[in-house]
């Protein structure tokens, strides 16, 4: 089967009148940075994931570098994952560890409130002084941003929420992280009692 391009990329842009606009040219590379794959059957059925995905290639001028340009080649990905024949819908999540560069489940979660829209997590291998310096360093970027900033909390299997803001409980003897979502938790999500990884 002959390689395609596959245009993925949407041109479309919302004009508003004296709304002063700035493009955001993310760039990907730190050693942080990692992509998610994950592939479904054409009713929506989770087939398959990978925390690090890795088969993708850096444009030739841009090697080594940060690029807001990543090629990969889906017919392979398929195949070299075992899907020979079908129709499949592949996910990719690129993503930015913040607080624990791991992949490990490292945040234990130990509390969501009523309406669901706060939780407040532990992270056991991480010191309190660590910790904090972690969380004020994500709170200083959100806060000297020249635009709105959040964070995603990765549930795994394609499970992303989004959280609006952060802040640390000092007053435990086990400092605790506390999230403030955007909507309330997905109720698929109750039973978790781990957060994987915490990334802008």
Avoid: W
């Avoid at 479309?12 to 479904?40: A, M, Q, W």
């Avoid at 030739?60 to 080649?73: A, C, H, R, W, Y």
């Amino acid at each position: 089967m002959a390689n395609e391009n596959i245009n993925i990329s949407s041109e479309k842009s919302l004009e508003l009148d004296g709304v002063t606009t700035r493009l955001l040219n993310k760039r990907f590379g730190k050693p942080e940075d990692y992509i998610e794959l994950h592939v479904y059957s054409n009713s929506g059925e989770l087939l398959y994931s990978e925390d690090n995905f890795l088969d993708y290639k850096f444009p030739k001028n841009i090697q080594g570098e940060f690029t807001s340009e990543l090629n990969m080649d889906p017919v392979k990905i398929l195949q070299d994952r075992g899907f020979s024949s079908g129709q499949y819908k592949l996910s990719f999540n690129i993503q930015r560890k913040k607080i624990i560069n791991s992949f490990l489940k490292t945040f234990t979660l130990r509390e969501i409130s009523s309406s669901r829209t706060e939780l407040k997590a532990t992270v056991e291998m991480v010191n309190n002084t660590d910790l904090q310096k972690a969380v004020r360093g994500i709170i200083g970027e959100m806060v000297s941003s020249a635009f709105y900033k959040d964070i995603v909390l990765n549930f795994g299997d394609d499970q992303l929420v989004t959280c609006i803001n952060i802040l640390l409980n000092k007053r435990s003897k086990k400092y605790e992280v506390l999230f403030k979502l955007y909507e309330p938790l997905p109720h698929q999500l109750l039973p978790q009692i781990n957060l994987e990884y915490l990334k802008i």
